[in-house]
């Protein structure tokens, strides 16, 4: 096999994964291509992609964000905490949300803690795996402390102050199709057609690339960074919107170990640990491998610790692929410029 041709097998590797998992359980479980299963897998891949898609520019610039599970969770308990109690300001009065005054300030929360991520890496100079570590303990710290670790439960909504509409979030349908997903769809035409069509978004490519590069191009390499991050935040503050709005509770334990999910379908998409590559749609097609792989394990009754175990293998596989795919890349690059000398 040629090294073009191999090269072009390695690009399609994830789309060859996921045709190749689908193949493998649906002979294995008859009803996994059920219609019925196909919604619910949709839903479960919509969550994972939504927060990979907001990974996914932090890690193309370079970086990395581990805080995305525990900012879901504390937007799920901030949006529980202003349905049930609204907030004090003083004595016996109470200042309460409508449905869209919530979203917003559980959208902003989620813009803020990126922020803070981004001034961290960007101006403290922070390594981003330490700084997104700390801030996922603090984040979750405060998503424990909003209710002393207890669950904000009955979230319905309430008519009189405009929130009855909240559970259609997460549980409702639209055309045939959960709410999720289409602002699954929503979410990631944007963040492509900005990743691919926009300055910022080739910017993004150019710091992940090569920063000091970037800088003497002209290019303020600090604010990019923080774009990426407060992206990150508010896709994670997105992602516990709808789950507590789909459980119509909120939990603090909500989004645990969500990071890794993101991560490994950003990187089973193509994005490149050392920044500078991966795309929106290769980040859609990696969440859908692992939402397969995920759902196709469940029905196949295979434990949840081997379930850990082969995700972990497959993002092993995947950074070792991605590698040879570079080096592949590289030699491939430096043949043709022999040939045409």
């Not at 997460?170 to 602002?183: A, D, E, F, H, Q």
């Not at 792989?293 to 379930?307: E, N, R």
């Not at 995700?311 to 590289?330: F, S, T």
Request: glycine share 14%; aromatic share 6%; net charge positive.
């Amino acid at each position: 096999m040629g090294g073009d041709t191999l090269l072009v097998l390695m690009r399609l590797r994830t789309v060859i994964a996921l045709v190749v998992v689908l193949a493998v359980f649906s002979a294995a479980a008859p009803n996994f291509l059920s219609s019925a299963n196909m919604v619910l897998m949709l839903k479960h891949v919509a969550l994972n992609a939504i927060l990979a898609i907001g990974l996914t520019y932090v890690i193309v610039a370079g970086g990395i964000d581990l805080s995305v599970g525990s900012v879901a969770g504390l937007a799920g308990m901030v949006a529980g905490f202003l349905m049930l109690n609204g907030v004090p300001v003083g004595g016996d009065m109470l200042v309460r949300f409508n449905l869209f005054e919530i979203i917003l300030i559980v959208l902003a929360l989620g813009l803020a803690i990126g922020f803070v991520n981004g001034l961290l890496v960007a101006r403290l100079k922070v390594a981003p795996f330490i700084a997104t570590l700390g801030t996922l303990y603090v984040v979750r710290g405060a998503a424990l402390l909003s209710s002393d670790g207890r669950t904000f439960p009955d979230l319905v909504g309430d008519p009189y102050y405009g929130t009855e509409g909240f559970p259609v979030i997460g549980g409702g349908y639209l055309v045939g199709l959960p709410v999720s997903v289409w602002i699954l769809a929503v979410i990631a035409a944007i963040a492509a057609y900005v990743a691919m069509r926009t300055p910022l978004g080739r910017q993004v490519y150019a710091v992940g690339g090569n920063a000091h590069a970037a800088a003497l191009s002209g290019i303020r390499v600090n604010r990019v960074l923080v774009v990426t991050y407060m992206v990150s935040g508010f896709c994670a503050a997105v992602v516990g919107l709808i789950i507590a709005s789909e459980l119509q509770a909120a939990h603090p334990a909500t989004g645990e170990t969500f990071e890794l999910n993101a991560i490994a379908a950003a990187v089973l998409g193509g994005a490149s640990m050392s920044g500078g590559r991966g795309t929106i749609v290769g980040t859609l097609v990696g969440a859908a491998v692992i939402g397969v792989l995920g759902d196709g394990m469940v029905m196949m009754g295979v434990s949840a610790f081997w379930q850990m175990v082969i995700k972990g293998l497959v993002i092993i596989a995947a950074v070792l692929l991605d590698g040879a795919q570079a080096r592949l890349q590289h030699r491939v690059a430096i043949r043709r410029a022999a040939a045409m000398a």
